[in-house]
C-alpha cells in the first residue's frame, strides 16, 4: 500500500455523484486543497470544510489533495479520501459520519427476503436512490461487481453507507468477498449494524463457521449485540452436494441462495432460460433449505429488459419452493413482488381458514373446521404464511380482519 | 445608452427594471392582471402590384435578399428554432450582416441552440447588440458572465407572439428557413431532406415583418403543399444547397426513460392523476418531450386503453409515442406545436387528426381565448421550485442561463400543472426556499411530483381531499426539500452580482423576473 500518491473513487464519462481523489503527502508547506467540482458553486465550502475535518482526523498537516467531484455526497468523499489517505499511510483510525438515524435497526430470521437488490459497491451513483424502488434487501456487493484493484477504496463505500445511506426500510445487506478477503471485509461492516452477510461460493460447513468465527470476534471487541444474519450462496457442484450441511452449519443463517451463472459453468454447460440444468441444484437448496428451516433464495434474471420472461421465471421459482429472489435492476423489484405474491384465489381460502382458526381458539375448541371439513395444522399454517405474505406484497390490508 | 434603468419591487416581490435597452417595459402585476388597451401593431401596407405578376420571388442568395430587404444598423432580425440544433441559417445571416459592416442588430430568435455558438464573435464586436429569446449552452454561458452589449429579452412561445402583436417587438426581417417552399413564398415543414414537421413559431413573423424571406433547398414548382406559411406574406425566397442537417434537426429514435427512477417518478404521476381523478373519457394533455414526460403519456395510455375511453387531444410535441395513440385510436387529435421524430413528421403528413398548431390557436395573449387553458393536464419540468411553489425553468442553480422558456409558462394555464422532477440531481436539491429566477409564480404550479413524494400546492384543496385516502405518498414541499437536504446538504447560494443582464418576461409582456450576472469564481 506505500506507494507516494494515494488515488481512490472514480471519473470519466457516465460517472456521477462520485468523485477521484488524489492524495499526495509532503514532508513540508502544509494543506493544500484543490477542488473540482460541478456543485462547486453550491457546495464548493461545504466538500472543502469536510475535506479538512478528515485531513485533520487523522493528523495530516502537510498534503497536497485533489478532488474531482462529481456530486458526491458527504460520506461517499469522505470514503475517497480515506481510501486515498491509507494508501499512503498507516493507521488504525477510522473517520466516520454521524450515522443516521435508522440505520441501527435489527431485522429477523423471518423477515421477507423477496427481493434483494445488488448494488456494486464501488459505484456510489446507483446507491442514493436504490432503496425508493422498495426491495426487500439492498446488497451492497464487495465480491463480484467489485474489479479487484477497486476493493479496496470499495470497503470503505461500503461502510460509510452502511452507516449513512438511507436504506428505505430495506434490510442492509453485503456480499463479502470469498475466502479470506471477505474474512478482512467483515471488519468493514459488522460495527455498523449490517443485517444480513452473503457467503459467496459456500461449499462447507467450514466457510460458515470461518465466518462466524471472525463475527463473534468482532462483536466482543466493539461490545455489539445485535443479530447479524448469513446468507450463504451455493454456487458450484460441490456447494449443491453439501447445501443441507451448509444450511445447518449454524444458527444465524436466515437464507441460502443459488448462484446459477457459476453454477452451470461448474457444471460446464449453459444456462437457459427454461432451465432444466439447473433443476436438480435449484430443488436441493429447497430441499435443504426447508429441511433447516431456513429461506430458499434463487439466482439473479439477467435479461434485465425482458419483464415477461422475469415474471415466468419467478412463477416457475415461486412453483419449485423459493421464497425469493435476487434482482440486478431495480425494474425486477415489482415483477418479483407481484409474482411472488399469492393469487387472490389462495388469499381468499386463506382468510377463511384463518377466520376459522381464529374462531376455534376464541371458542376453546381443539378442531378446526371449515364448514363439513376438518383443517390439519400444516394448513393452518400454510394459511399463515398466505396472509402474511399477501399483507407485505400489499395485496392485503393489514387490519383486514377488523374491516373484514 | 443604459442596458436598464428604473428598477421598481414587482407583484412576486423581485427587482425588475422598467427602462429596457432604452424602451419602457411593465413590471409583473399579477396573473390575468395587465390587459394592455388600443389596438395592434399593423404591418406596412403592401400592394400586389409591386411584386412578379408570375409569382416568382426568386432571389439568387440570401445576401442579396438581406440587402433588398434593406438590412442596416439597429434592425431587428427574426429566426425561428424549428431546426432545432441542425440550424444553419441563422449563422449566415449574421456572417453576411458582418461582412456588410452592420451593427447593433436585434436578434430575436424563438429559441437560440448551441449550433449558434458562432455568433458569440458577433455579439463581441457589436454586429449583434443582443438577444432576445432564449439563450441556452455557450450562448447563455456568455450572457450569465455580461458579456453582451444589450439586455436579454426571454420571453415564452405564447409571450414572442404578443410581443409582435402588440408592437413590443416590431420585427425588420424574418428569414424563415423551410423545408419546402415554392417560388412565391408558400413553404411547409413537412416534405424536404430538412422535414421537420411544421413551422408555426414562424407563423406571426411572417404575418407582422416588415420583410419576409423564405430560405429552402427544397424548391418545387406553386403550389407546396401544405402551405403552413403563407406565400402572400413573403418578399423574397432563396433556394441554397442546404438549409439544415437531418439528424440534428429530428431524432430517428425517441425513447423512453430507461432509468429506473424517472420511470418510478413517471409511475407516480401517473398513479396520482388516476387517483385524482383527472383522467376521464375525453380528457386532454400535454405532452412533453423529454424521457419522463413519454413514459408518463405511456402511462395515459395504459390507463385509458384499461377503461376503454379516448382521449380527445393531446398536445404536442409530437413523436412516435402520441402518434402511435392516436393510430391506435385512443387519442382523437394531435395538437402539435413541434415535431420531434420522423414518425411525428409522417403522421402530420399522413394523419387529418395530427393538426399543425402555432402561437396564435395554443398561447395567444392578445386572441379571443386559446387553448392552453383548455387541457386538462400539463406535464412540465423545472429547475428548481421553492417552498412556495415558484418556479425557475432558465437557469441553473449556480446562476447560469440554462434553458428558455418555450411554452413553458404558456401551458400552465392548462388545468392541472404536474412538475415530475428528481428530488436532486447530482447533489443539487431541486426545491428551494427561494429560485434564482422566478419563471412562474407558485399559484400556476398545482402539483411536484419526486420520486420520494408528491407536493400538492394548498391552493388546491380539491386534489388534497382526492387523494388523502390513495396511499400515495403525499407531503409537504418543506418535508420534501428537508428530505433532499437531509442527503445532499444545504447548498449554498449562487455567487450573482447585483448586475442584471437579461429580463423574464411573464405572457403578458410584462416583467417578473431579472436574472443576474454571475461572478465567475
Not at chain 1, 461460493?201 to 463457521?209: H, N, V
Not at chain 2, 430538412?194 to 430560405?215: M, N, Q, T, W
Not at chain 2, 420522423?342 to 392578445?366: A, K, V
Request: hydrophobic content about 40%.
Amino acid at each position: 500500500m506505500a506507494s507516494k500518491i494515494g488515488t481512490a473513487g472514480n471519473k470519466g464519462k457516465g460517472i456521477k455523484s462520485d468523485c477521484y481523489v488524489e492524495f499526495e503527502p509532503k514532508p513540508s508547506g502544509g494543506i493544500e486543497i484543490e477542488i473540482k467540482s460541478k456543485v462547486k458553486t453550491l457546495f464548493g465550502k461545504a466538500i472543502k470544510e469536510l475535506a479538512e475535518k478528515v485531513l485533520l482526523h487523522f493528523e495530516i498537516k502537510n498534503v497536497k489533495l485533489i478532488i474531482e467531484d462529481t456530486g458526491a455526497v458527504d460520506f461517499v468523499l469522505a470514503a475517497r479520501i480515506e481510501a486515498a489517505i491509507k494508501q499512503t499511510i498507516e493507521t488504525d483510525k477510522e473517520f466516520l459520519l454521524p450515522q443516521l438515524e435508522g440505520n441501527t435497526n435489527s431485522t429477523s430470521k423471518e423477515t421477507f427476503r423477496f427481493s434483494r437488490l445488488y448494488l456494486p459497491g464501488n459505484s456510489p451513483k446507483l446507491m442514493l436512490n436504490a432503496g425508493i424502488h422498495k426491495p426487500n434487501g439492498l446488497i451492497l456487493d464487495l465480491e463480484d461487481a467489485v474489479a479487484p484493484t477497486k476493493k479496496f477504496e470499495a470497503s470503505f463505500v461500503v461502510r460509510n453507507a452502511l452507516r449513512n445511506l438511507n436504506f428505505y426500510g430495506a434490510e442492509r445487506m453485503v456480499r463479502i468477498n470469498q475466502g479470506q478477503k471477505g474474512i478482512e471485509d467483515l471488519a468493514f461492516i459488522v460495527p455498523h449494524n449490517v443485517n444480513l452477510i452473503l457467503i459467496p461460493k459456500a461449499e462447507s460447513a467450514e466457510d460458515i463457521l470461518a465466518v462466524n468465527k471472525e463475527i463473534e470476534r468482532l462483536k466482543k471487541v466493539y461490545n455489539l449485540n445485535y443479530n447479524i444474519w448469513l446468507m450463504p450462496i451455493v454456487e458450484s457442484a460441490k456447494g449443491v452436494i453439501k447445501a443441507y450441511e451448509i444450511a445447518t452449519a449454524s444458527n444465524n443463517i436466515a437464507a441460502m441462495a443459488i448462484g446459477l451463472e457459476d453454477y452451470t459453468a461448474d457444471l460446464g454447460t449453459q444456462r437457459t432460460t427454461e432451465g432444466t440444468e439447473s433443476f436438480f441444484a435449484r430443488s436441493m437448496v429447497v430441499n435443504a433449505s426447508r429441511a433447516a428451516g431456513i429461506q430458499p433464495i434463487d439466482s439473479v434474471f439477467s435479461d434485465v429488459g425482458n419483464m415477461v420472461a422475469l415474471a415466468e421465471n419467478v412463477q416457475k421459482s415461486k412453483g419449485l419452493g423459493f421464497d425469493g429472489m435476487g434482482c440486478i435492476h431495480p425494474r425486477q423489484i415489482e415483477v418479483i413482488h407481484k409474482n411472488f405474491a399469492p393469487k387472490e384465489k389462495e388469499i381468499e381460502k386463506a382468510k377463511k381458514i384463518f377466520l376459522a382458526f381464529k374462531d376455534a381458539e376464541a371458542k376453546g375448541l381443539g378442531v378446526v373446521s371449515l364448514g363439513s371439513k376438518m383443517i390439519d395444522a400444516p394448513v393452518v399454517k400454510r394459511a399463515q404464511n398466505t396472509i402474511r405474505t399477501a399483507i407485505n406484497t400489499g395485496k392485503l390490508d393489514k387490519n383486514w380482519v377488523e374491516n373484514n | 445608452m443604459k442596458k436598464y434603468d428604473k428598477i421598481v419591487t414587482n407583484a412576486v416581490g423581485r427587482e425588475v427594471p422598467t427602462i429596457i435597452n432604452g424602451e419602457e417595459h411593465i413590471p409583473f402585476q399579477g396573473v390575468g392582471k395587465y390587459k394592455p388597451t388600443g389596438r395592434k401593431f399593423a404591418p406596412r401596407i403592401s400592394s400586389c402590384a409591386d411584386f412578379p405578376d408570375d409569382g416568382n420571388k426568386q432571389i439568387n442568395s440570401l445576401k442579396e435578399a438581406l440587402i433588398k430587404s434593406g438590412l442596416k444598423d439597429g434592425m431587428t432580425i427574426s429566426t425561428h428554432h424549428h431546426f432545432r440544433n441542425g440550424d444553419l441559417i441563422a449563422n449566415q445571416i449574421f456572417d453576411i450582416a458582418h461582412e456588410l459592416g452592420v451593427k447593433n442588430l436585434r436578434w430575436y430568435p424563438s429559441a437560440s441552440f448551441p449550433c449558434q455558438e458562432h455568433l458569440i464573435q458577433y455579439l463581441e464586436d457589436g454586429t449583434i447588440n443582443r438577444i432576445e429569446g432564449s439563450m441556452n449552452g455557450p450562448l447563455g454561458r456568455f450572457a450569465s458572465l455580461g458579456k453582451m452589449k444589450g439586455l436579454g429579452i426571454l420571453r415564452s412561445h405564447g409571450g414572442r407572439y404578443q410581443a409582435i402583436q402588440d408592437g413590443e417587438v416590431q420585427i425588420d426581417i424574418a428569414v424563415i428557413a423551410a423545408p419546402t417552399a415554392d417560388p412565391f413564398g408558400n413553404a411547409n415543414g413537412v416534405n424536404g431532406d430538412a422535414a421537420c414537421g411544421l413551422l408555426g413559431f414562424a407563423l406571426g413573423d411572417s404575418e407582422y415583418a416588415d420583410k419576409v424571406i423564405v430560405v429552402t433547398d427544397n424548391l418545387v414548382p406553386f403550389p407546396a403543399i401544405p402551405w403552413q406559411i403563407h406565400g402572400n406574406y413573403v418578399d423574397y425566397v432563396v433556394k441554397v444547397d442546404k438549409v439544415g442537417l437531418p439528424e440534428k434537426i429530428v431524432s430517428g429514435t425517441t425513447q423512453i426513460t430507461k432509468s429506473p427512477d424517472r420511470l418510478l417518478i413517471a409511475e407516480i404521476t401517473a398513479q396520482f392523476c388516476e387517483e385524482a381523478g383527472l383522467i376521464y373519457d375525453g380528457f386532454s394533455y400535454q405532452a412533453g418531450a423529454g424521457g419522463t414526460a413519454l413514459s408518463i403519456g405511456n402511462y395515459f395510455g395504459d390507463i385509458l386503453r384499461k377503461n376503454n375511453w379516448k382521449a380527445s387531444f393531446i398536445r404536442a410535441g409530437s413523436n412516435k409515442y402520441p402518434v402511435k395513440l392516436l393510430e391506435d385510436g385512443i387519442v382523437k387529435y394531435i395538437l402539435d406545436g413541434q415535431t420531434f421524430d420522423l414518425e411525428g413528421i409522417r403522421s402530420m403528413r399522413e394523419n387529418p387528426g395530427h393538426i399543425n398548431t402555432s402561437p396564435f390557436t395554443s398561447y395567444n395573449y392578445h386572441g379571443k381565448g386559446n387553448f392552453a387553458a383548455m387541457v386538462d393536464i400539463v406535464v412540465l419540468g423545472a429547475t428548481e421550485v421553492d417552498v412556495n411553489f415558484n418556479a425557475n425553468v432558465v437557469t441553473h442553480s449556480d446562476g447560469y442561463l440554462l434553458h428558455g422558456i418555450g411554452g413553458w409558462q404558456n401551458t400552465l394555464f392548462g388545468k392541472t400543472t404536474i412538475m415530475p422532477i428528481p428530488l436532486f440531481r447530482d447533489r443539487i436539491p431541486v426545491i428551494r426556499d427561494e429560485v434564482t429566477t422566478i419563471c412562474a409564480p407558485g399559484e400556476m404550479i398545482d402539483v411536484v411530483v419526486t420520486e420520494r413524494g408528491i407536493a400538492i400546492n394548498p391552493l388546491r384543496k380539491d386534489l388534497i381531499e382526492k387523494t388523502k385516502d390513495s396511499g400515495l405518498p403525499i407531503k409537504t414541499i418543506q418535508e420534501l426539500k428537508a428530505e433532499a437536504e437531509a442527503i445532499c446538504g444545504v447548498p449554498e447560494k449562487p455567487n450573482l452580482s447585483d448586475e442584471i443582464i437579461a429580463v423574464i418576461k411573464w405572457v403578458d409582456g410584462t416583467v417578473i423576473d431579472s436574472v443576474r450576472k454571475v461572478i465567475e469564481d
